[in-house]
């Protein structure tokens, strides 16, 4: 009787650990840590100059993720905030990659992965992507040749 009492006393203890573990706030980073970006201006407002770059060697490059198509589709994407949701197409994103002296030198990875749609011969394909840097296209996929997503590593 005492073995069944410890034994279930230490599951529960267990089970209220593991219960814990992921119930956490995350800390924010520590001061000098990796900056998230920021959403950029929407179109429509006026955008005065480029800001200058933050102390300790940041860079910002105003990003855009695009999808085309017609439809509905799943749209996974990282660099500028992440998601994984259901978008109506065509679809776009933009914001702004503020990189720090870290990631001046190893990178920043900013990528969009479509779901699938259906192409003109009917059948399936993945919906066409591109990724724009500072205006410029950096990354393009038509989604038939070219069925990975469609990734950048900005330096």
């Known amino acids: 009787m005492r073995r069944t009492i410890t034994a279930m006393t230490l599951c529960a203890g267990a089970v209220l650990l593991l219960t814990g573990c992921g119930s956490a706030e995350p800390k ?22 480029a800001p200058a770059p933050a ?49 001046q030198k190893v990178g920043y990875l900013v990528n969009v992965v479509p779901g699938t749609v259906t192409g003109a011969d009917g059948k399936l394909q993945q919906a066409p992507c591109t990724i724009k840097v500072d205006g410029k296209v950096v990354a393009q996929s038509d989604g038939v040749t070219h069925t990975k997503g469609c990734s950048y590593t900005i330096k």
Do not use: C, N
């Open 28 to 49: 924010p980073a520590p001061e000098g840590g990796k900056q998230q970006p920021q959403p950029a201006a929407s179109k429509d407002q006026g955008q005065g100059p």
């Open 55 to 103: 102390a300790g060697g940041g860079s910002k490059h105003e990003v855009t993720l695009e999808v085309g198509g017609t439809g509905r589709t799943a749209v996974m994407y990282s660099g500028i905030g992440s998601g994984f949701e259901p978008q109506t197409l065509p679809w776009s994103k933009s914001g702004t990659a503020e990189l720090t002296a870290a990631e």
